[in-house]
Structures are given as structure tokens and as C-alpha cells.
């Protein structure tokens, strides 16, 4: 044991299904963290950290990070302001002040405008238990504040995933290992699901086929056995094709359908239409039907001819279209027509977050609720419509306009669609604005109250996973940096200054942790704080069969849905988004545009950082186009061009390679003020709902493009423009841990 450091087990918070456990070393004379190393006793973490997290002390010990609380200084308006020159804006405060502000502000909103006039905005800038929703939805039920729908990155994927099974569960990443056909459909794995990637080589090396089916040419893709480049909008058509193979062929498992599900043959009388036919799903996927034909008998038979089942990892890529919730039901389908459940290492993977009892009715109390001014549940806002909230005067959804903005965990002015209109919302002199964060965010610069926030090696927390079975422990490594307080510390505080009398606004961290645990689901049998304090991470108790394995929805008593098996009805009816090459907006905006995520930041988080800007400087600025599509526009790479629609614009660098098919252009989520014209990609998005689960649509958006009038002007620009796309060139794939 060394006596001049300790070690600290954590948990990884971050928005990620892999939620890895942490090994943190401190200094013990400095109280400083000096190492972080993924833990090696974790049986998905396996001692490797991703690229993002190996330097996540970049993060915690940056110069530019929010300390102190802050007041924007009078006079100054709302308005983005370019990165290190945040703080003008702002004077420091004490936490005493910043309270009492707030309290008094909250406090008149409610009396003037009721209320639900107030709206808290957050997601999950941490997936703790304590950190993403315990004390702070306290707080909102018992103020009477509007509830917050939160939409943003799951809602339509979970949806359709509920639909079919009744529960969040999947095959787990140990079981891909066993696998003889991988499909990686929406899922950039080796991008943002890094600690899968073993398991799928491991199957690889054992004979596997990895097939990757994503309109943009990942990371994932370049490594795949097979790349199938699907026009964005069109995978529930794709899944559609794929059964009319099956049926058609008589490849399904009908045992196992009699046993386990309900609406076949309504399904099978559905599926097979004309307009399902390979023939007809190549016109509108862009698959040749060859391919598809390939992949429906390879999907079905790989288990009869390898003795190894085919497992799908689906990602919520898929659901971001207008008929995302539609899509997932019918990807999630295949499985029960081929009964690939079945075996180990068959099935399919989106979420497993649902398979965590967690006790959160316990942590959230909704029934304060019936406490607060309104004596009933406040009126519920859709979080990806922030836009129509800030600018309507009833918040698009009846009731009064939002006065008073509370955000933390999250950055609506990068991430939020609509972004023109979040923007001009967020700038409104009479909202009030309070945004607790780690840095001056895109959001931070539109607060009148900044607050900061601590990192996940400052806090204590206890949190599932929505890529794996463990439960774990975070415990904290480092005191909170500067005046940096935890989500629970600060609202139990605002608490107090609002005068509510309830006993459960004093409950610590600790108690917190208890509250989550307590509950008899057998899923949690065994599992408590202590235990996992000792063990650092615990795998939920589920059924497992003769020899062992767990294995989901290998029989009936699995789903949790009303009939208690796989429901395959409604049958899942693709239509065209309406922002499609399919729909009469096309005329005006002939191109589909992925708005994409990047591979090292984590949504917009790391959008900040230095090391992170180095490591995904290859797609910085950037808009890549399919040479069918730059041509006749007189485009080449370097030029800088405008990317528009009706909602906004945005200067970028053109790429002309295959990254993307033709019909189709993509460039990378940024913070607005790192781009060219303080706008980033959701400047184009819109505020459309999928069919199901109220999400955004992100990938239903048509664009056109035209040469910039600046593109020669500039030769500063230019020149970066060379730099970025020097990087553009390097596309070899890195090693999980770099």
C-alpha cells in the first residue's frame, strides 16, 4: 500500500450506456486526484477507460472551469459571448447572495405569474440516481414549477422498446462474445458504446460477421465486415423488408412464436405486401435488394448453420426521425420472428435502464405536489419543444409563459432543437435564468445567476446502466473544486430559503442512496449501499437458465407486457417523414441532413476542451458531401459553404467523400460559439415530434447547400480550413483506450 496516495472506486456518470467504474488515485497531501484508470474487477469495464474519460482530469482541473458562483453584471444583456470572455459579463458572488436572489426571484414569479410559470430544464449531464433526479424534483413538486418531459435523447426508442417487451432489457454486452452475426443498426460503437467493442471482437475472432447499417460511414462502419449506407428515415422500411425475407422463406421459428408472442398472423398478413418486397424497400432504403435478400437469410439462418444466434445492437440513431418510436418496434421485433432469444449471445440490445428497480418515486416524492400553491401536478412541458416554451406565450401548451428557467445537467442552447428560437427565447430580458454548470456554457452565457457545479469525482452517487446489468457505488475521490455544490446541496438549500417545512428536504447523500435501494424487487435481492461500498459494483439478480446463462425473453415469463408476451401488433406501418426525399418539402431542400454527435465529446460535453478538440479536430467545421451532390453545386473540399433552410443557416467546410450517401450531407454537433456564425447544427432542426414517446426529430431535417459569397475572401479562414481538413485525411481507427 502506498502511504502518498489512496485509491478511490467511482463511477463514471456520464451520459453513456457503458457506465464504467472508475479507479481514482489521489494524492493524500494534496487532496488531489492524479490518475484515473477503468477498473479492472468491472466485467464490462475490464481496466480501460474511453478516450473521453482517460482524460477526464483535463476536465475537472481546467483553468477556464466556474468556481464561484456569479451575477450578471446590470446592464449587460443576453448574449453569447465567445469562449474565456464569459466572466465580463459576470461579477462573483457569495453562495448567500446567489440563494437569496434566487429565492426572492422564485418566490415573486410564483405570486405574480403562479407557479408554473417556472420551469426547470435538465437531463443527463450525470445519470447518478442523486444527480439526474432526487432532490431537485423534490424542490420543483413541492414550488409548484411546471414539469419538465424529458424527451430528449430516449423517449421515442423507449417507447417503442416498452411497446413490444414491457420492460427495458436486453442481451448483455458479455453475451455478444457468443454471437455468429452482429448487426449494429444506428450504433456507433466504437465511437460512444467503446466497452462493447471486445465482446464483438472476440465473437469476430471466433468467426462472427459484424454488419453496420447507418446512413454515415462511423467509425464502427470503416471496421465493419459489411457497411450498409441507409437513406436516414427508412430503417422501420428496412425492418419491414427483412421480415417479408423471413416470412416469405418460412425462416421464422414458429415454435417459438406460439410460445412467446401475440399477432402473427396479422403481422405476417401485413409484412407481406408488395410494397414491403426487397424490390420495393431498395427504391426508398437505398439497399440493393440483393443485400437485403443476403441479410434477411444470413440473419435467420446463422444460428442453424454456425450454432451461434444473431444479436442486434440497435441505437437510438434510428429513433430520431418522425417515425423513430415506429422503427424501434419493428428492428425490435426481429428477434421474436427468428427466436433468436433463444441462445446466448442472441437478441438485441437498446437500453437496459429499465431493469434497474431503483426506488425513485422515493427520491422525486411527486406527492409534494399536493403541497405546493396548485395543490395538484403542475402542467407538463416537452423539453425538445424549449423553443415554443420560451417564445408562446402559453408555452405551446396552455397555461402561463414561462418567467423563470432553472437549468442544470444540460445545455439547451447547443443541444436543444430549434436552436433560432431557443436562442431568441433564452435572450429575453424578462426571463430569469439560473444555469448551474461546470463552465460558461452556450446556456451560462444567457444566465442572470451562474452557479458551479462539481464533477463526478466531487460527489457521491449510486447509478444502473443502460448498457449493462451493474449497479455500483460512486463514492467521492476529491473535495469539490473552488465553491462547486452538488445538485442535492443546492436545491436542500434553496429549500430552506423557501420556507418548506418538510423533513425530507434535510435527508444527506447517504440517506438518498438508502431511499433508491429500498424497494422488494427481487432484481435488487442482496444488493445494498454497503455491499456495493465493499464490492464497487453488484449485477442485478435475474432469472438464468439450467446452465447459467441469462438469457431475456427466452420464454414467456420475460415480458411485461398486457398479454405477457412479444407483442407484434400494431403491425409497424412505416411512413415517410415529411422532411424526407420522399415528402413535398424536398422540392425546396433536396438534401437530408444528419445532424451528428462527435466521437470524443460527449453531446456537448468536451466541446471545450482542448484534448477533446484535438482528438475530433478530423470533423471540426466540417459538412461532408457525397460528389453527386457537390458537383453540381460547384463545390469542392475546402470551400466554404452555407448550409440553410427556412429556420436558419450555417457556415461550414466542405468535404467531398463517402462518408455520406448521395442525397445526404452531415456535419458535427458543436457549442454555437465555437462556429462560424454563433450557430450550430439545431439552427436547422425543428421542433416536430416522432410518432411516439413525444421525441425530437433531429434526423427528419432537409437542408440545401450553396458555395459561400466568402469562400475566397477569408485566407486566414482558408487556411484553417486546410488544417481541419489535414486531419480530415487520418481515418485508421483508434485503440479502444486512446
Not at 474519460?53 to 475537472?60: E, F, N, P
Not at 414550488?143 to 423507449?158: K, M, N, P, V, W
Not at 412467446?260 to 410494397?275: A, E, I, M, Y
Not at 473544486?481 to 452538488?486: D, F, M, V
Request: charged share 20%.
Amino acid at each position: 500500500m502506498n502511504p502518498l496516495s489512496r485509491t478511490v472506486h467511482a463511477v463514471c456518470s456520464l451520459d453513456c450506456p457503458d457506465s464504467c467504474g472508475v479507479l481514482v488515485t489521489v494524492d493524500t497531501a494534496s487532496g488531489r486526484a492524479t490518475k484515473l484508470q477503468g477498473d479492472p474487477a468491472h466485467p464490462v469495464t475490464r481496466g480501460f477507460l474511453c478516450g473521453k474519460v482517460a482524460k477526464y482530469l483535463d476536465r475537472v482541473y481546467a483553468p477556464d472551469r466556474l468556481l464561484y458562483p456569479m451575477r450578471r453584471r446590470p446592464g449587460v444583456g443576453k448574449a453569447p459571448r465567445p469562449q474565456h470572455r464569459e466572466a465580463e459579463a459576470f461579477e462573483r458572488i457569495s453562495w448567500d447572495e446567489a440563494l437569496d436572489e434566487i429565492a426572492r426571484r422564485l418566490s415573486e414569479i410564483s405570486r405574480r405569474h403562479g407557479p408554473e410559470s417556472i420551469l426547470p430544464y435538465s437531463y443527463a449531464g450525470t445519470i447518478g440516481q442523486l444527480g439526474y433526479g432526487s432532490m431537485d424534483r423534490r424542490f420543483f413538486h413541492r414550488l409548484g414549477a411546471s414539469q419538465l418531459d424529458r424527451t430528449i435523447c430516449a423517449a421515442a426508442g423507449g417507447a417503442g422498446l416498452l411497446s413490444v417487451y414491457g420492460v427495458k432489457l436486453g442481451t448483455r454486452p458479455e453475451d455478444f462474445a457468443h454471437a455468429g452475426l452482429i448487426l449494429a443498426w444506428g450504433a456507433n460503437i466504437h465511437g460512444n458504446n467503446i466497452h462493447l467493442w471486445p465482446f464483438i471482437e472476440q465473437a469476430r475472432r471466433s468467426g462472427a460477421r459484424l454488419v453496420v447499417i447507418d446512413p454515415y460511414r462511423t467509425r464502427t462502419a470503416a471496421l465493419a465486415d459489411q457497411h450498409l449506407a441507409i437513406r436516414p428515415g427508412t430503417d422501420g422500411l428496412l425492418a419491414l423488408g427483412l421480415m417479408y425475407v423471413i416470412l416469405r422463406d418460412g425462416l421464422e421459428d414458429r415454435a417459438y412464436i406460439d410460445a412467446c408472442t401475440t399477432g402473427f398472423d396479422d403481422l405476417r398478413h401485413f409484412v407481406l405486401q408488395p410494397k414491403h418486397a426487397p424490390i420495393a424497400v431498395a427504391e426508398v432504403t437505398g439497399i440493393p435488394a440483393e443485400q437485403i435478400v443476403a441479410l434477411a437469410r444470413s440473419y435467420a439462418n446463422v444460428h442453424s448453420q454456425t450454432g451461434r444466434p444473431a444479436v442486434i445492437r440497435l441505437n437510438y440513431g434510428i429513433q430520431r426521425s418522425e417515425n423513430g418510436g415506429t422503427a424501434v418496434r419493428a428492428v425490435a421485433m426481429l428477434p421474436l420472428l427468428t427466436g433468436a432469444w433463444q441462445s446466448r449471445g442472441g437478441g438485441l440490445l437498446l437500453s437496459t435502464s429499465g431493469s434497474f428497480p431503483f426506488n425513485e418515486d422515493a427520491l422525486r416524492m411527486p406527492e409534494l405536489m399536493r403541497a405546493s400553491p396548485l395543490g395538484r401536478p403542475a402542467r407538463v412541458v416537452n423539453m425538445s419543444q424549449l423553443g415554443r416554451a420560451l417564445t408562446l406565450p402559453d408555452a405551446g401548451v396552455g397555461g402561463p409563459p414561462v418567467q423563470a428557467l432553472f437549468v442544470y445537467n444540460s445545455n439547451p442552447a447547443a443541444v436543444a432543437p430549434n436552436g433560432t428560437d431557443v436562442l431568441r427565447g433564452l435572450a429575453r430580458p424578462d426571463l430569469f435564468t439560473v444555469v448551474h454548470e461546470q463552465f460558461f456554457t452556450d446556456t451560462a452565457d444567457f444566465a442572470d445567476i451562474v452557479l458551479p457545479a462539481p464533477t463526478f469525482l466531487e460527489t457521491r452517487d449510486v447509478q444502473g446502466a443502460y448498457g449493462h446489468l451493474f449497479a455500483g457505488v460512486s463514492q467521492q475521490a476529491i473535495a469539490p473544486l473552488g465553491e462547486a455544490r452538488s445538485n442535492v446541496h443546492l436545491f436542500a438549500a434553496l429549500a430552506g430559503r423557501m420556507g418548506f417545512p418538510e423533513p425530507c428536504f434535510h435527508d444527506t447523500d447517504l440517506d438518498l442512496i438508502d431511499q433508491a435501494l429500498q424497494t422488494n424487487d427481487p432484481r435488487f435481492s442482496g444488493i445494498t449501499r454497503q455491499r456495493l461500498e465493499r464490492e464497487g459494483q453488484v449485477e442485478l439478480q435475474l432469472g438464468r437458465s439450467d446452465r447459467g446463462d441469462v438469457l431475456p425473453f427466452s420464454s414467456a415469463d420475460w415480458f411485461r407486457t398486457p398479454s405477457g408476451r412479444g407483442e407484434l401488433l400494431p403491425a409497424p406501418e412505416w411512413v415517410a417523414p415529411s422532411e424526407s426525399r420522399s415528402g413535398a418539402a424536398s422540392a425546396s431542400y433536396p438534401l437530408e441532413f444528419l445532424p451528428r454527435k462527435a466521437d470524443n465529446y460527449m453531446n456537448s460535453t468536451f466541446a471545450n476542451q482542448p484534448t477533446h478538440q484535438r482528438m475530433e479536430a478530423r470533423t471540426a467545421g466540417l459538412l461532408e458531401m457525397h460528389a453527386a451532390d457537390a458537383g453540381p453545386r460547384g463545390i469542392r473540399t475546402g470551400d466554404e459553404v452555407e448550409v440553410f433552410n427556412a429556420r436558419g443557416s450555417l457556415r461550414l467546410y466542405a468535404r467531398v467523400d463517402a462518408a455520406v450517401p448521395s442525397g445526404v450531407v452531415a456535419a458535427r454537433l458543436d457549442w454555437n460559439k465555437f462556429s462560424a456564425n454563433g450557430r450550430n447544427v439545431n439552427a436547422l432542426t425543428s421542433e416536430l415530434l416522432t410518432d411516439l414517446g413525444g421525441g425530437p426529430t433531429f434526423y427528419s431535417t432537409l437542408v440545401d447547400v450553396r458555395r459561400s459569397a466568402l469562400a475566397k475572401a477569408d485566407a486566414t479562414s482558408a487556411a484553417a480550413a486546410g488544417s481541419v481538413l489535414s486531419h480530415a485525411t487520418d481515418r485508421s481507427p483508434r485503440h479502444p483506450a486512446s
